[in-house]
C-alpha cells in the first residue's frame, strides 16, 4: 500500500542534489559575495502542515545566513500582495512566497520584475501565462496527490456494487493544492459511476471550517461512504462532526487525507483516518539554496518537485515515532 513518489524534476542541469548540498552557514550569496536579504510572504498559519513549513522556512534562513523579512497574509491574497510590494520598496535581494491563490499575481510581479528583483514560487504555483515573471517554483505534485487518494479509494471499493457516496472537504476555493487535488482525485473516481460525489465545499484547510462543514454534510446527507478531506487539519476538525453525530470515523465513514502532519498520522495509527497522502511542508533548505542561486544571479530549474509518499495504518505507526511535524 505504501508507495513512495519520488519526484525530483530538474529542468536543466541543475539537480536537487546539489541545491539540498549547499546547505548553511555561508552569508553570500552562492558563488557572490554579500548579505543576502529574502522576504517571504506567507499564506498564514491555517493548519499545521503551515506552521511546519513556517518554522523550516525560518530556520533555514537562519542556518543559511540569510537575512528574513517574513510575513503571515492570514489568508487573504490583498495582505500577500501589499507584503511583497513592501519588500519590493525595502529593495529585499529576493522574494519567495506561497501564493493564498492562483490567479491574480501579474501586476505585482511584473512591478518585482521591473525593480529587478527575482522571485521564488514556494509551495503553490500560480496560474500566469507568463513564466518570467518568477525563477522558480519549488513544491509538491498537488495533481498527484488527489490521484493517489483516489486511487485508494477505487482500490478500497474495487469490489463494491456501489452507490458509493463521497463528501469532500476541499481547500482554500482557488487556490493550487484545492484545484489540483480537486482535479486528481475527480479523474480517477469519474472513471467508475458507482463514484457519487454527494456534497463537496471549501473548508479553507482549517479544523474550525472542516468540523463545521462536515457538520452541514451529516445534516444533508443521509449516507457517507468515504470522505476525502484535502488536508489532514480539515479531516481532524470533521472527527469531531462525525463523532457527535454518533458515527465512528474510519469505519462508518472512510476517510483520506493529504499532508501527513504528526496529528494526521496519529488519526491513522488510531484508526481514525483510512489513509494519507503525504505532502512535504520541509521546503526550507532547498528554498535557501535556490535564494543564494538566484541572488548570485544563476540559472536555477524552473520547477523543482518535493519528494514525497502515502502512508497507510502500518506505515503511520512506524513514521510517528520520527516525525518532526
Ligand atoms: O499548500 C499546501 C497546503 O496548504 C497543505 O496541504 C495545507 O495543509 C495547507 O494549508
Redesign the pocket.
Same mark, same amino acid.
Given at each position: 500500500m505504501l508507495r513512495t513518489r519520488v519526484a525530483l524534476l530538474v529542468a536543466g542541469a541543475l539537480g536537487l542534489t546539489v541545491l539540498a548540498g549547499c546547505g548553511g552557514g555561508s552569508t553570500a550569496a552562492g558563488g557572490g559575495s554579500g548579505a543576502i536579504t529574502l522576504g517571504f510572504a506567507q499564506?498564514?498559519a491555517?493548519?499545521?502542515? $503551515?506552521t511546519a513549513?513556517t518554522k523550516s522556512i525560518q530556520e533555514s534562513a537562519k542556518d543559511a545566513g540569510i537575512t528574513l523579512k517574513f510575513s503571515d497574509a492570514q489568508q487573504k491574497q490583498a495582505n500577500q500582495i501589499q507584503a511583497i510590494r513592501s519588500y519590493i520598496q525595502q529593495h529585499v535581494s529576493v522574494i519567495a512566497f506561497?501564493p493564498v491563490v492562483e490567479t491574480g499575481w501579474d501586476t505585482v510581479l511584473k512591478e518585482a520584475k521591473t525593480a529587478n528583483i527575482p522571485v521564488i514560487l514556494t509551495?503553490?504555483a500560480i496560474d500566469s501565462k507568463d513564466t518570467t515573471l518568477y525563477k522558480s517554483f519549488l513544491?509538491?505534485d498537488?495533481v498527484n496527490?488527489g490521484k493517489e487518494a483516489g486511487d485508494w479509494v477505487a482500490k478500497q471499493y474495487a469490489s463494491a456494487t456501489g452507490p458509493v457516496n463521497i463528501a469532500v472537504l476541499e481547500?482554500?476555493t482557488g487556490?493550487?493544492?484545492a484545484n489540483d $487535488?480537486s482535479k486528481g482525485f475527480d479523474d480517477v473516481i469519474k472513471a467508475d459511476p458507482k463514484f457519487k460525489v454527494v456534497a463537496s465545499q471549501d473548508g479553507d484547510?482549517?479544523r474550525a471550517q472542516g468540523k463545521q462543514v462536515m457538520e452541514s454534510f451529516l445534516k444533508s446527507q443521509s449516507k457517507i461512504d468515504v470522505l476525502f478531506a484535502?488536508?489532514?487539519?480539515?479531516g481532524l476538525g470533521a472527527l469531531d462532526a462525525i463523532q457527535a453525530a454518533g458515527l465512528t470515523p474510519g469505519k462508518d465513514i472512510k476517510i483520506v487525507t493529504?499532508?501527513g502532519?504528526h496529528d494526521g498520522l496519529q488519526a491513522l495509527a488510531d484508526g481514525k483516518f483510512n489513509y494519507v497522502v503525504e505532502?512535504n511542508?520541509l521546503l526550507g533548505p532547498q528554498l535557501m539554496d535556490l535564494v543564494k542561486k538566484v541572488a548570485a544571479g544563476q540559472s536555477v530549474p524552473n520547477r523543482i518537485l518535493t519528494k514525497e509518499t502515502a502512508f497507510d495504518q502500518a506505515a503511520a505507526k512506524a513514521a510517528l515515532p520520527s516525525r518532526q511535524y
Open positions: 499564506v498564514g491555517e493548519s499545521g502542515w $503551515r513549513n506561497s509551495d503553490r513544491g509538491s498537488f496527490e481547500g482554500t487556490s493550487a493544492p $487535488r484547510f482549517t484535502q488536508n489532514d487539519d480539515m493529504v499532508d502532519t505532502c511542508p
